[in-house]
């Protein structure tokens, strides 16, 4: 943590838990993406964090935007972000919706399925148009699963069908998994989509676009790979299976941008156990899964914790949330240790928290506020 980052935290008197994003982190390292990857365009996937500040900031510098509704799209554009650089990103949309973008200048759109290509062709006409196609997302601590993408021989089929509809059929994406960390994954997930580049010229249709998606990382408990060896991983997939003819690149980092930038501060409110020779505490904090902290779901995302008493010896931890909900519990099976003199009143920090956190958290379960935000 910065120093910028610790002075913030050690003063801040408040007594609800909040997140607080250090926004040059997140410039930083928007322009270590891109120095690293220069060839590709970058679209921040702004449901990773849509503070007004991260948004303004990066729109400044140039980024590109990915979004999935009329709310996000406003956002960008009151941010100073023009429509050309907005992509919006998600293949389930309403024909409302896709109105709505087409009216305020967005040509840019993702789809999966022939039903959404209807609504394009209808709400949208002219717009350039790429399929997403299915990823196993192995590897992945935030799969994103079969919800999104189709086969690649169906989204072969949509693209030529998206020309006949009078869209531009632009490109192919792919999203090989949120806090992805086996590096392979994107070369076979390249390999796949340079072959539908070859049906596809057979077909007459010349796709010009690849949108490698999201999934580099934060850093959470287990150690990550360098964003370098990310690029390198991509750019080698992209020159051994596109060779000379590498078509125009995207990237939505989402995490990877704005995850390290942010530190929640919660507060110990219980620790107990379950009975008298239980060596396993408890250790309930005054945030949990409805106040931010969903992506501990299936105990998925491990964040790393700092409290004011570490250093000593540990012992064993459940750690759970306030709420009378017995989902809200972060952490019984992932081995989680705390000081053994922690106290109720201590304040644990949460590092890299700055992802996927305060959109998350719910209006008002139980009467608790939604997780407040700082953006320094
Ligand atoms: C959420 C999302 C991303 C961002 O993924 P990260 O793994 O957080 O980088 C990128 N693209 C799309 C289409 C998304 O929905």
């Given at each position: 943590?910065?120093?910028?980052?610790?002075?913030?935290?050690?003063?801040?008197?408040?007594?609800?838990?909040?997140?607080?994003?250090?926004?040059?982190?997140?410039?930083?390292?928007?322009?270590?993406?891109?120095?690293?990857?220069?060839?590709?365009?970058?679209?921040?996937a702004?449901k990773?964090?849509?503070?007004?500040?991260?948004?303004?900031?990066?729109?400044?510098?140039?980024?590109?935007?990915d979004?999935a509704?009329?709310?996000?799209?406003?956002?960008?554009?009151?941010?100073?972000?023009?429509?050309?650089?907005?992509s919006y990103g998600s293949t389930i949309k309403?024909?409302?919706?896709?109105?709505?973008?087409?009216?305020?200048?967005?040509?840019?759109f993702a789809f999966d399925s022939d039903a959404e290509l209807e609504k394009l062709?209808?709400?949208?006409?002219?717009?350039?148009v790429f399929c997403r196609v299915l990823m196993e997302c192995e590897g992945a601590e935030w799969p994103l699963s079969r919800k999104f993408g189709c086969s690649p021989r169906m989204a072969a089929d949509l693209l030529v069908r998206a020309?006949?509809?009078?869209?531009?059929p632009y490109g192919i994406s792919f999203h090989v998994g949120s806090q992805q960390?086996d590096l392979s994954q994107w070369d076979s997930a390249v390999a796949q989509v340079a072959q539908m580049f070859t049906i596809l010229?057979?077909?007459?249709v010349?796709l010009?676009m690849i949108n490698l998606g999201g999934g580099?990382?934060?850093?959470?408990?287990?150690?990550?790979?360098?964003?370098?060896?990310?690029?390198?991983?991509i750019?080698?997939a992209?020159?051994?299976h596109?060779?000379?003819?590498?078509p125009?690149m995207i990237i939505e980092?989402g995490?990877?941008?704005?995850?390290?930038?942010?530190?929640?501060?919660?507060?110990?409110?219980?620790?107990?156990?379950?009975?008298?020779?239980?060596?396993?505490?408890?250790?309930?904090?005054?945030?949990?899964?409805?106040?931010?902290?969903?992506?501990?779901?299936?105990?998925?995302?491990?964040?790393?914790?700092?409290?004011?008493?570490?250093?000593?010896?540990?012992?064993?931890?459940?750690?759970?949330?306030?709420?009378?909900?017995?989902?809200?519990?972060?952490?019984?099976?992932?081995?989680?240790?705390?000081?053994?003199?922690?106290?109720?009143?201590?304040?644990?920090?949460?590092?890299?928290?700055?992802?996927?956190?305060?959109?998350?958290?719910?209006?008002?379960?139980?009467?608790?506020?939604?997780?407040?935000?700082?953006?320094?």
């Amino acid at each position: 943590m910065n120093e910028k980052m610790q002075r913030f935290l050690d003063t801040c008197t408040d007594s609800d838990p909040f997140l607080v994003v250090d926004v040059d982190i997140v410039e930083r390292n928007y322009l270590e993406l891109r120095r690293l990857l220069p060839l590709a365009r970058v679209f921040y996937a702004t449901k990773a964090n849509p503070a007004e500040e991260i948004v303004e900031r990066l729109a400044g510098i140039g980024s590109s935007f990915d979004v999935a509704s009329p709310g996000e799209i406003d956002l960008c554009l009151n941010s100073g972000v023009t429509p050309d650089r907005i992509s919006y990103g998600s293949t389930i949309k309403k024909k409302t919706d896709i109105a709505f973008a087409y009216g305020k200048g967005v040509r840019l759109f993702a789809f999966d399925s022939d039903a959404e290509l209807e609504k394009l062709a209808a709400a949208a006409p002219g717009a350039r148009v790429f399929c997403r196609v299915l990823m196993e997302c192995e590897g992945a601590e935030w799969p994103l699963s079969r919800k999104f993408g189709c086969s690649p021989r169906m989204a072969a089929d949509l693209l030529v069908r998206a020309r006949k509809l009078g869209l531009d059929p632009y490109g192919i994406s792919f999203h090989v998994g949120s806090q992805q960390t086996d590096l392979s994954q994107w070369d076979s997930a390249v390999a796949q989509v340079a072959q539908m580049f070859t049906i596809l010229h057979d077909e007459d249709v010349d796709l010009r676009m690849i949108n490698l998606g999201g999934g580099f990382p934060a850093r959470y408990r287990s150690d990550v790979p360098a964003l370098e060896a990310y690029a390198q991983a991509i750019t080698q997939a992209m020159t051994k299976h596109f060779g000379n003819n590498l078509p125009e690149m995207i990237i939505e980092p989402g995490r990877g941008l704005v995850g390290d930038a942010g530190v929640i501060q919660a507060e110990v409110v219980l620790i107990s156990r379950k009975d008298y020779e239980d060596d396993r505490r408890w250790v309930y904090l005054d945030i949990g899964k409805f106040s931010g902290l969903a992506e501990t779901m299936d105990e998925a995302i491990k964040y790393r914790l700092l409290t004011p008493r570490d250093g000593g010896p540990t012992g064993p931890v459940s750690i759970a949330g306030p709420t009378c909900d017995s989902a809200d519990i972060l952490y019984e099976k992932a081995d989680y240790q705390l000081p053994l003199d922690l106290a109720v009143g201590d304040k644990v920090r949460i590092l890299s928290a700055g992802a996927y956190t305060t959109t998350y958290s719910s209006v008002g379960f139980n009467g608790f506020p939604p997780l407040k935000s700082y953006c320094i």
